[in-house]
């Protein structure tokens, strides 16, 4: 089945202890990307990557971090999490033209 | 800047149409017209989209002005599950930014 991954998929933590959210894709993608979600504000780009070895700040990179060392993984990381990160984040991707974006199911993270 | 405008809620009876509208004025010739939908805090998910020619698929039909300057969503049937956050959104199909507005809250009742 097509799929997009995230784990964790709940995490609770607190202030300063680093913290990786894994997001795996089986669908051969090239595109992948993070968002967050807050109450009022809507769907929110973090980081995007085109491609291995390729990524950029979506709109609002503060505080976080990426990699894209394989095609299926695009990690997101937290090096010092502060509790404006509290928040439900939604890893993406989708194909050479993205067209049609998959999402997760979502990670919900609460920062103490 | 928004994109697009839509209202921010609508209710609709199960089994009869669902009819979205979404404004556009702004879009450019090279801009698609995207739905997806959001059921309670679950990823959001594809439903359709189009240029300028009307669209249909298994979840919806897509109308979309001559002028492009605005479309709707339609969903034939609704059903309870079909409550969600529906979102249109413009954009060139390898735009690497896929912007949400706030979308309308469509709630089917029985």
């Known amino acids: 089945e097509a799929q997009v991954t995230q784990n964790p998929r709940y995490l609770i933590t607190v202030t300063g202890k680093k913290l990786t959210v894994t997001c795996s894709q089986n669908?051969?993608?090239?595109?992948m990307s993070w968002y967050r979600q807050d109450p009022g504000l809507g769907l929110r780009q973090i980081y995007y990557s085109m491609n291995v070895e390729v990524t950029d700040k979506g709109d609002v990179p503060e505080g976080y971090k990426v990699s894209r060392k394989e095609k299926r993984n695009f990690p997101l990381i937290l090096e010092s999490p502060s509790p404006n990160q509290t928040s439900l984040y939604f890893c993406?991707?989708?194909?050479?033209?993205?067209?049609?974006?998959?999402f997760g199911p979502g990670t919900r993270l609460l920062v103490l | 800047d928004a994109k697009t405008t839509q209202p921010p809620s609508m209710d609709c009876a199960e089994g009869r149409a669902a009819n979205l509208p979404c404004n556009h004025s702004t879009i450019s010739g090279n801009e698609y017209v995207y739905w997806y939908r959001q059921i309670h805090s679950q990823g959001p998910q594809y439903i359709i989209h189009g240029l300028k020619n009307n669209e249909t698929n298994e979840m919806a039909s897509l109308i979309i002005t001559e002028d492009r300057k605005s479309s709707t969503l339609i969903l034939p049937h609704a059903t309870l599950r079909d409550t969600a956050v529906y979102y249109c959104?413009?954009?060139?199909?390898?735009?690497?930014?896929?912007?949400f507005g706030a979308g309308t809250t469509v709630t089917v009742r029985a």
């Open positions: 669908m051969n993608h090239e595109y």
């Open positions: 959104i413009v954009r060139v199909p390898n735009d690497y930014k896929l912007s």
């Open positions: 993406a991707s989708s194909g050479p033209f993205q067209e049609t974006q998959y």
